[in-house]
């Protein structure tokens, strides 16, 4: 009964569209068909939209529909995905000189893509996070269908915010002045890539992942909001850093926030984990962790986000004490934290931080190793300059 109903309700309306030239009666069966159909649907309730807001909806976005983007959407329906999207029409950042290399369709834009370098150099991270992580989902990391069943999703999301990364790195390495001259809109045939970078993280840089994951059914408020974390943490990175290259003042409060973002996609890799085995997310075990990843890098040469550096551009000589007493507060809260852990996850994790400890180069007896602060950088721009000399001379 239902069938005739529908059959009845397209055979209706297509005496009326017909009744006012639409479509014509010389046309094709099929396009009448799809074009009555699409009335249908017009004419069927949809919220609190009412049929002029629909008109306008159709005029302003039908334009944008392609017959390339129906068939992008007709793979995601039938579960195909980004599985069919070969590894040439992956999204490679930076790998070119070429502003042409760069140019991509407004379909490609739109749709979350990652390239092989990045699947390749975020393999470290993935893999860090699965030793580390999957024992607080109760999982067992030496059997490979623990890692596999969900490493799809998290290797592509991983590799999604290492290329958005890279994509920042590349701002910072600009210099100063013709940052400002891209502002203004202003380029030249080489400032392309840092353009095309600028303009991205002006925009939503996270909306082609969100949309994949939200049609997975994954994407939560927490995610998103982890997301936004990311996005702050680049916009402080860039802050600061040319805040070091120009010599200004720079704010505690930006590199304490800094701190706290800068391990955002750990963060989402583990509700992405909750949300993938139907969890209910952990508050204890994702506080313990974020305190966990708590690191000090070496990235004065390329110009990223140090907090020894950024120490040093407000404290001086006297960065050491204020950062080793910042650590020690950091390592009081961990371990009362872990204190609370149940007491064989504490064991597991105790036993993982003592691997990777080992396997960085560290023999401490503590499972965590031991804080090494380097020698203080004062003159980072003599630094620079001294190393890039020896280079040349080697």
Known sequence: MEELRKLEEVQRMLTFVQSRGIPTTSSPDDCSCFLTKLILLLVQPCGELDLGKKCSLVSEYMPKISAAFLDEASKWLNGEGYEEKSVENALQLACSNKPESSSLDNSSEEMAMVGLDAMQRANSTLEDFCRSYFMFHGMDINKPQSV?????????????????????????????????????????????????????????????LSCLLECHGLLTKRIQDEFKSGEGYWALERKLCYALINKTEISVEDVIKAINQKSFDYR????????????????????????????????????????????????????????????????????????????????????????????????????????????LILDEEFYRSSLLDSKTQL
């Open 148 to 208: 596999f069943q969900y490493l799809p999703v998290l290797s592509f999301t991983e590799s999604y915010i290492y290329q958005l990364d890279r994509l920042n790195e590349k701002t910072l390495h600009a210099p100063s002045d013709e940052m400002n001259m891209l502002e203004r809109g202003s380029q030249t045939e080489g400032q392309w890539l840092i353009s095309r970078c600028t303009n991205m993280f002006k925009s939503d840089p996270f909306r082609p």
């Open 268 to 375: 989402v890799l583990n509700l992405l984990l909750y949300q993938l085995r139907g969890e209910e997310v952990n508050e204890l075990h994702m506080e313990f962790l974020s305190i966990s990843e708590f690191l000090v890098e070496e990235d004065v040469i390329e110009n990223n986000f140090n907090i020894l550096r950024m120490f040093v551009r407000t404290y001086g000589a006297c960065a050491p004490t204020v950062l080793a007493k910042y650590i020690a507060e950091a390592e009081e809260k961990y371990n009362n934290l872990l204190k609370m852990l149940d007491p064989q996850l504490s064991l597991n994790y105790r036993r993982r931080c003592e691997e990777a400890t080992k396997e960085g180069g560290n023999m401490s007896a503590h499972p965590l190793g031991t804080w090494s602060i380097p020698p």
